[in-house]
């Protein structure tokens, strides 16, 4: 059943704004104070701003929220080289803050991030670190990732996945991602079908798939592809040894981060509050947006009061 707390209504109007050679879509809550601070919230494969409808509300009170659909994701325009590679997405997110929440106009940004979107979220925070206040990240793609090191189903999974031909169907012809990834594996709970519908609207068009194909192939498995390695390694290096405050979400059994590797970060990152939210797969807004929202919400006051 699904939780009071959680709606799948989607109570937010989206602004548009031209980016390099598409458009973004994003949910744009103001600022409810003049000094009041900017909180972005980023997505990853296959969902969009509507990941956070229940988990904003929370924030918005005390912050202006940002909430983009990535291109090709959403309701956002299509990328034009119809790639979709990580290294196209971190130009995007890099030219829409620059429009939306320009340094001289935002001195600084919490980042609330998920999946591809904590990759994207990492990197501009390593490369812009006077700019951000604090990072909340949940379900993220970290450093020394390797296909061995997953149970037997995930690997041959992403095997079949990274490989053309079965890949193609199972995520263009099959919405692998949306029916099954998202939609039955990937909650502890069942999405409703008016939930579904809004995940699947973008994507009813098997044309319109390529983004739901190129984010797992370029998952950082063993080195490959190298420019996605580097570009994690890079933002890790930065993270380990970064005082920025950070929040982590984590649930039980989780799906990307093995509790393992979680228990390394505790122990290692500077300036880090972990908090688990009970039980949850991936999706974890999906499963717990009370708490994320209220976790997030006094982080952000304290880090503002601590300033």
């Given amino acids: 059943m699904t939780s009071p707390s959680i709606s799948?209504?989607?109570?937010?109007t989206k602004e548009r704004v031209a980016v390099l050679d598409s458009t973004i879509a994003y949910v744009d809550t103001g600022l409810p104070a003049a000094n009041a601070p900017t909180v972005v919230f980023l997505h990853g494969n296959p969902t969009s701003s509507y990941l956070y409808r229940n988990i904003i509300p929370h924030i918005s009170p005390i912050a202006r929220c940002i909430a983009p659909d990535l291109v090709g994701f959403g309701d956002s325009g299509k990328m034009p080289s119809n790639g979709y590679y990580v290294r196209e997405h971190v130009q995007y997110i890099a030219a829409f803050l620059d429009a939306v929440a320009p340094k001289e106009q935002t001195e600084e940004l919490f980042l609330v991030i998920h999946d591809w979107g904590s990759a994207l979220g990492f990197d501009w925070a390593s490369k812009n670190p006077s700019r951000v206040a604090g990072l909340v990240f949940m379900e993220f793609i970290c450093?020394?990732?390797?296909?061995?090191?997953?149970?037997?189903?995930?690997?041959t999974l992403f095997t079949n996945i990274r490989t053309e031909k079965p890949g193609r169907e199972m995520i263009i012809d099959q919405n692998l991602f949306i029916e099954v990834?998202?939609?039955r594996d990937g909650t502890a709970r069942d999405l409703s079908e008016a939930e579904m519908r809004h995940y699947r609207k973008p994507f009813l068009d098997p044309k319109d798939r390529e983004p739901l194909y190129r984010f797992p192939n370029e998952i950082p498995f063993d080195g490959n592809p190298t420019d996605v390695a580097k570009m994690v390694d890079d933002y890790w290096t930065w993270l380990e040894a970064s005082e920025v405050p950070k929040l982590m979400f984590w649930a039980a059994p989780g799906r990307v981060n093995p509790m393992a590797k979680l228990t390394e970060i505790e122990a290692s990152f500077k300036n880090l509050k972990s908090v688990g939210i009970g039980p949850g797969t991936h999706y974890l807004q999906e499963e717990n947006p009370t708490l994320?929202?209220?976790?997030?919400?006094k982080f952000i006051l304290e880090v503002i009061n601590k300033a």
């Avoid at 799948?8 to 937010?12: E, G, K, N, S, V």
């Avoid at 450093?143 to 690997?155: M, N, V």
Wanted: proline content about 11%; overall charge negative; cysteine-free.
């Fill in 8 to 12: 799948a209504d989607f109570p937010f």
């Fill in 292 to 297: 994320i929202g209220e976790e997030t919400r």
């Fill in 181 to 183: 990834i998202l939609g």
């Fill in 143 to 155: 450093a020394g990732k390797s296909l061995q090191d997953l149970p037997e189903a995930p690997r």
